[in-house]
């Protein structure tokens, strides 16, 4: 849920601020027009947002959900460059050093982007990442990103990098992967993950992002999740571990699950209250983000990463 936005959102928000700040008056001042007569070599056209531009919606909404957007701007002989940004979002900050070309798109871009307790669903609603799940919680941490282009369908082809992030005390829930979760094992509170913290490593790869691993753990449940995803086409598939609290198998309304947990308890010599135990069967998922559907996983293959 969260490993998308991760990487998407490094290279939405760089090519957003690219884009929007494009016209405003670079750090230094430029040179006269005359210049590019002389000095712009034969056939160089500036790059610019059109109203058939695919991005242009996105980017008035991007621009609209920030605070106190700040930009540096340098010229790179003809080429307007950006080379760091700074900006208010979800109750956090944003900091980023960068080398995004607006005059050259089709060369390499590249932006080391500094979360600081944003809040994750501004975050994930700046980066145009769409989940099937209530997430209240805070991230902070740093992307690392390399791309080309400045249209989202290229960047979404391009993208290389990694992100480490961590997370602040909170919850998830409306949640399929969670009610899938509370439903197998007749726990009704697990289809609500309050949780104490939470970390999150992801790479990504042309496009490909692996996340290896996402992990929570709060007072009923801990989780470990590893997985894959495609930008391009939103197909992932993920593989969690869970770790439930000994005594919560009380909870459940499944004499099996409130019988089978009393066995595997004894089995593992978990005999206090306050210990986890492993549950010995991993959930996996396919299909998309927001549609999550469960599959089989009884030999732990599927949902791993590709």
């Known amino acids: 849920m969260l490993r998308k936005g991760a990487c998407v959102a490094a290279g939405a928000l760089a090519f957003g601020w690219v884009a929007f700040a494009h016209g405003q008056t670079p750090a230094v001042t430029p040179p006269p027009a005359s210049y590019y007569d002389t000095a712009r070599p034969s056939g160089l056209a500036r790059f610019k947002a059109t109203p058939k531009d ?48 607006w005059t050259s798109p089709d060369r390499e871009h590249w932006a080391r982007i500094r979360l600081d307790n944003v809040g994750v669903r501004e975050f994930l609603q700046v980066a145009n990442v769409q989940v099937g799940a209530r997430i209240d919680t805070a991230v902070s941490g740093q992307m690392n990103m390399r791309w080309r282009g400045l249209k989202l369908h290229t960047l979404r082809q391009t993208l290389d990098g990694e992100a480490d992030f961590t997370l602040r005390a909170g919850s998830i829930s409306h949640n399929r992967i969670l009610d899938a979760f509370a439903g197998f094992s007749g726990i009704a509170a697990l289809d609500r993950f309050d949780f104490d913290t939470g970390a999150v490593k992801a790479t990504c790869e042309k496009g490909h992002v692996l996340l290896n691993p996402l992990e929570l753990s709060g007072p009923l449940m801990r989780v470990r999740a590893r997985g894959f995803s495609n930008l391009e086409t939103d197909a992932m598939k993920l593989r969690f571990e869970l770790w439930v609290l000994a005594d919560a198998a009380k909870e459940s309304v499944k004499p099996e699950v409130r019988g089978g947990v009393g066995w595997l308890r004894e089995m593992a ?13 991993p959930f996996s998922f396919e299909g998309t983000l927001s549609k999550p559907v469960a599959v089989t996983d009884f030999g732990g293959q599927r949902g791993a990463s590709e």
């Open 54 to 101: 695919e991005t242009l919606t996105r980017l008035l909404t991007l621009r609209s959900r920030l605070r106190n957007l700040k930009m540096t701007w340098i010229w790179e002989g003809t080429d307007e460059v950006m080379t760091d940004f700074t900006a208010e979002l979800g109750g956090g900050t944003i900091r980023a050093e960068s080398h995004i070309n």
């Open 269 to 281: 010599g978990k005999t206090d209250a306050d210990e986890f135990f492993q549950v010995p069967l």
